[in-house]
């Protein structure tokens, strides 16, 4: 398809690991990005993955990139109610497109 | 840090009015930016400009015109505002060769 596409909603439990999907759609996009958005706020850049990569860690973020099937997620480790946040996928196609965004909501 | 400041948080205007949103960044960024954020369609890209006098069309340009005189501020018209331009509107800016954007806190519009 033409756009990046991502489910809307994800609810987790206080503790419990969040993972947040994202499809894409140039194979040959040479980054890719995670953003981060609060209550209130812009978006702030969380983490990125370059496309010669399969896995990215950072603390509590593993960044999986799947090029044969455009796939991408975010694993967020023992999540807290401060990941409650709408985070966006971007890829790179001449300039930065975002998927619809997925409003993660962490449940004490 | 990079600081992308937008002037306005919270903005309500009139159907017609000629409305300016302003967006000053402090990090020599070649490149600018601005999106429009609705529920359920993520950011889309209404303009953007890689150096001071140019811009080009985004995605959704219609209704819409920019400016950008200086490298640091890059503005946002809607030249004459309609109720379906109400939104969050967000700017952004990355350095020229790079794609990681940075984003200001946004400017919820609201046209009456």
């Known amino acids: 398809g033409e756009d990046v596409e991502q489910s809307l909603f994800l609810s987790v439990r206080e503790g419990d690991s969040s993972v947040i999907n994202c499809t894409y759609t140039?194979?040959?996009?040479?980054?890719l990005y995670w953003y981060k958005q609060e209550p209130g706020a812009g978006l702030q850049l969380l983490t990125y993955?370059?496309?010669?990569?399969d896995m990215k860690q950072d603390q509590r973020l593993t960044v999986l990139l799947n090029k044969k099937d455009k796939h991408l997620s975010l694993r967020i480790a023992d999540t807290q109610t401060g990941d409650s946040a709408i985070y966006f996928c971007?890829?790179?196609?001449?300039?930065?497109?975002f998927g619809q965004g997925t409003e993660l909501s962490v449940k004490p | 840090d990079v600081k992308v400041t937008q002037s306005s948080r919270y903005l309500v205007k009139r159907t017609g009015e000629k409305v300016f949103l302003e967006c000053v960044q402090d990090?020599?960024?070649?490149?600018m930016f601005w999106y429009r954020q609705d529920p359920g369609l993520g950011l889309r890209l209404i303009y953007f400009s890689y150096d001071v006098k140019m811009k080009e069309k985004g995605d959704i340009p219609e209704g819409y015109s920019v400016s950008r005189e200086k490298k640091e501020r890059f503005s946002l018209i809607l030249e004459s505002a309609s109720t379906n331009q109400t939104s969050m509107y967000l700017c952004?800016?990355?350095?020229?060769?790079?794609?990681?954007?940075?984003f200001g806190q946004g400017t919820r519009l609201t046209v009456v």
């Open positions: 971007a890829e790179v196609r001449g300039k930065l497109i």
């Open positions: 990090m020599d960024h070649e490149n």
């Open positions: 952004a800016s990355s350095k020229g060769g790079r794609t990681e954007a940075f």
């Open positions: 993955i370059f496309s010669n990569m």
């Open positions: 140039d194979s040959s996009s040479t980054y």
